[in-house]
């Protein structure tokens, strides 16, 4: 699961959950720097728009690869 909040910069602050799913995907997105909020959450803030899409687009490329064979997407 993949939440959308904000910081108190107003700056996008995209949470990942669960970590231990992601944290392949954070490793190799070397862009931005990720935190760990918690043992249930890891996190990454993108400072404008075009970060945020460019992880959405590369998390969703992410998850789908994860998925078993024969159940992915056409």
Not at 8 to 18: N, R, V
């Amino acid at each position: 699961m993949i939440s959308l909040t904000f910081t108190a910069e107003h700056k996008y602050q995209l949470e990942f959950t669960p970590p231990e799913f992601w944290r392949e995907f954070a490793e190799g997105y070397c862009g931005i720097p990720w935190m760990e909020i918690s043992s249930d959450r890891t996190a990454i803030v993108a400072v404008n728009y075009s970060y945020l899409l460019d992880l959405l687009v590369q998390a969703r490329l992410y998850r789908l690869s994860r998925l078993p064979s024969g159940s992915q997407l056409k």
